[in-house]
């Protein structure tokens, strides 16, 4: 399995970014694997910044609900994260991640493949 990251860069405070993350590599289909977008900043632990399931359940850190949105699309077996009224304290390194197991959801999904990480960047 394999899961590429892109779309991080450099914005000010307010401003907007949109991830992605194409996969490829799946024994069984892209759509039957639960996905999650994690941050890590320097310094700090890894934090499961949203999540998506096979039915397209939903769900995110409380730090950013509201102004993040999680989607995939199956076709293209690919996820995003769009990211509004980004702040500061959003700077991180960005990965997506894939549930091993096929049929999970954002409860019970184990990440076992990641992908290689994209910076985001916010400055005040």
């Known amino acids: 399995v394999q899961l590429v990251d892109s779309g991080g860069g450099s914005v000010q405070a307010g401003g907007s970014l949109r991830l992605s993350c194409a996969a490829s590599?799946?024994?069984?289909?892209?759509?039957?694997?639960?996905m999650g977008w994690f941050r890590q900043a320097p310094g700090k632990e890894r934090e499961r910044v949203a999540c998506?399931?096979?039915?397209?359940?939903?769900n995110y850190a409380d730090s950013v609900k509201g102004r993040f949105t999680v989607t995939r699309d199956n076709a293209k077996n690919t996820l995003y994260l769009q990211m509004n009224s980004l702040k500061p304290e959003d700077t991180a390194m960005y990965y997506c991640?894939?549930?091993?197991?096929?049929?999970?959801?954002?409860?019970?999904?184990?990440?076992?493949?990641w992908g290689q990480g994209t910076q985001v960047i916010v400055s005040s």
């Open positions: 590599g799946f024994t069984y289909s892209y759509s039957y694997h639960t």
């Open positions: 998506i399931d096979v039915d397209q359940l939903t």
């Open positions: 991640a894939a549930g091993g197991s096929v049929w999970r959801t954002c409860s019970n999904v184990q990440y076992n493949y």
